[in-house]
């Protein structure tokens, strides 16, 4: 039993490269780095285990990030662009599009399954869409990962960085299945853990509240570890709603894309072209569509659908193989009801707020080569801020770049010194809830989570709030998370009241660390005073969008001694020397 803080085991260990998740982004950083230079020692830090962990556990049908006949990066950068309302990292966006076919590539050889038609050809799904067959695309990730040689933690959870003079040189984490307390020394560290879900009150409530879109593992400790070491954070603001399918949160785009679904109303029309053209129609941005869902529901014409009406038998059935590479439940929701696409069309809703990088834009503030403010600690995937709708391939092409970087300059980086004191606080910070004593004030976690979670949808624009911003209760979830951040520290790693357990300890940090995204994410609402992207960032008070005013980066460096968070502009032509699209 780890009943004192002198029983728990320090296991300490040295790399050249550290990578903190083992998700799409990890895997292709550490398979690029050792290909360069297999003498490079490269270990994976992963909080579950590489061959089924994060986003791509599950699997996928389709890659969405991909140049098909008659793409370049130039045309994918201006897709980007006016899709995120002209504000992206145009560097960032214009590189990794540069690589997401050499992603795509490197899957096929791997042994992803990717079909094609009678002229060898994949079978495009939409813009930048193409169809695979990946319910197995993790383990074939995975395995080709092992097979660079690269040694792999599993079962370890990343609790911060470790710095020095403001440069990287290590992480701590703890070991769920051992107990042991990992002091990890490396010369450069690339965070790739994946975004932050369960900060807003899901859809779903009670037993059914992580049947959630987003991966219900990723839980914002990329983002936190971040903050917590000072680096500098991007457009948190751009929060990501997704439109799902309802009750089952499953993908739309198999529906949409693959079988040319349109958005219809309980009336039956469709009602992007009918009744917001002069908004784009059924080319509208994608938060703007969300945006048109919700108005037909406020205004009486719901619950909307995507129309199914019109497949054919076969169609039917080929859509219902779709979903069994990603989301089953909805083939199975068909085959319980006896009903079939053609005469049951999905229903469609709005999930509670995500806070990613790779469909929305919130992260690191990254340079081209994908470090961030702190010298050696590079981003990638949906940790990366900047480059929206990067999706799988994307987040790959940004662990290749990384890599690339950190393999060009590590003989020349230097082992900073890790002090003893600092391993002490960590620890003590760590296991603290593993060691209190039961008291009154005593918190589990999950009901910190459910505080936690209420306060964002009721005060923050969460699904129930129908996700309108407004200063005054955005003032007040401030207070609330603050409060809740200061009790977090009677956090208790409990089950029942009793049994204590390593489970639970994770549990605690994974709150932890999303109350402290949390907290950066309000004051980026706060300071935006327009509404750039509806639905995304809907604020009541400040309804029109701002171009004159706000078309730049809202930024943040949280300073943890005085428990502040600093705003900080930045200019949007930054990173507009990228080609201009044709």
């Not at 936690?452 to 609330?480: F, P, W």
Request: proline share 4%; hydrophobic share 35%.
């Amino acid at each position: 039993m780890l009943n004192k803080i002198e029983n728990i085991k320090i296991e300490r260990l040295k790399t050249d490269f550290l990578i903190i998740g083992a998700g799409a982004a990890g895997c292709f950083a550490a398979y690029e780095a050792k290909r360069l230079n297999p003498d490079i020692d490269v270990l994976i830090l992963e909080k579950a285990h590489i061959d089924r962990s994060g986003c791509l556990a599950a699997g996928v049908n389709a890659i969405n990030a991909y140049l098909t006949p008659g793409q370049t990066p130039e045309t994918f950068l201006d897709y980007v662009k006016k899709d995120s309302m002209d504000l992206v990292r145009e560097d960032l966006v214009y590189t990794l599009a540069k690589e997401v076919n050499h992603v795509v590539k490197l899957l096929e050889e791997w042994g992803l399954p990717i079909p094609k038609d009678e002229n060898g050809e994949y079978y495009v799904r939409g813009r930048g869409s193409i169809i695979v067959q990946g319910e197995r695309i993790k383990p074939i990730i995975a395995q080709a990962t092992k097979a660079t040689k690269a040694r792999i933690l599993n079962r370890v959870v990343i609790t911060n960085l470790i710095t020095n003079k403001n440069k990287v040189c290590g992480a701590f984490g703890f070991g769920v299945r051992d107990g042991k307390f990992y002091v990890i020394q490396a010369k450069a560290v690339l965070v790739a853990t994946g975004g932050a879900g369960g900060i807003y009150k899901p859809n779903n409530e009670g037993e059914a509240r992580h049947k959630i879109w987003y991966s219900p593992f990723n839980t914002g400790a990329g983002y936190a570890i971040g903050i917590r070491a000072g680096a500098e954070m991007t457009t948190f603001e751009m929060r990501y709603i997704s439109m799902r399918i309802k009750d089952l949160m499953a993908p739309t785009g198999a529906v949409a894309q693959g079988v040319k679904a349109q958005q219809v109303n309980a009336l039956g029309e469709r009602y992007l072209e009918e009744r917001y053209k002069n908004l784009g129609g059924m080319s509208m941005p994608t938060s703007m569509r969300m945006w048109a869902t919700l108005q037909e529901n406020i205004e009486g014409r719901g619950p909307c659908y995507l129309d199914t009406t019109h497949l054919t038998k076969e169609q039917a059935e080929r859509l219902k193989a779709y979903y069994l590479h990603m989301t089953p439940g909805l083939t199975l929701y068909w085959a319980s009801r006896g009903s079939t696409p053609d005469n049951d069309p999905p229903e469609i809703v709005g999930t509670e707020p995500y806070i990613v990088g790779g469909h929305a834009q919130a992260g690191y503030w990254i340079d081209v080569n994908r470090m961030a403010t702190i010298e050696n600690l590079y981003a990638a995937g949906d940790v990366a801020g900047g480059a929206p709708k990067k999706y799988l391939s994307g987040a790959g092409a940004e662990g290749i770049i990384a890599a690339r970087n950190i393999v060009s300059k590590l003989k020349n980086i230097n082992e900073e010194q890790i002090y003893e004191k600092d391993i002490k606080d960590e620890m003590k910070r760590v296991f603290n809830p593993l060691l209190e004593t039961l008291h009154a004030t005593s918190l589990q976690p999950d009901e910190l989570e459910l505080r936690m979670q209420k306060v964002m949808d009721e005060y923050a624009g969460g699904v129930t709030s129908g996700y309108i911003l407004n200063e005054q209760k955005l003032l007040k979830g401030r207070k609330h998370i603050k409060q809740l951040k200061e009790e977090s520290k009677n956090l208790f790693a409990s089950k029942d009241g009793v049994t204590i357990s390593l489970h639970e300890l994770m549990k605690c940090h994974e709150v932890i660390d999303r109350l402290d995204v949390a907290s950066v994410l309000i004051e980026h609402l706060l300071y935006r005073k327009e509404t750039r992207w509806p639905i995304y960032q809907s604020r009541a008070d400040y309804p029109e969008r701002d171009d004159k005013n706000w078309l730049k980066f809202v930024n943040s460096i949280y300073d943890q001694r005085k428990d502040e968070i600093k705003i900080i502009e930045r200019s949007r032509d930054v990173a507009c020397n990228v080609p201009t699209p044709l």
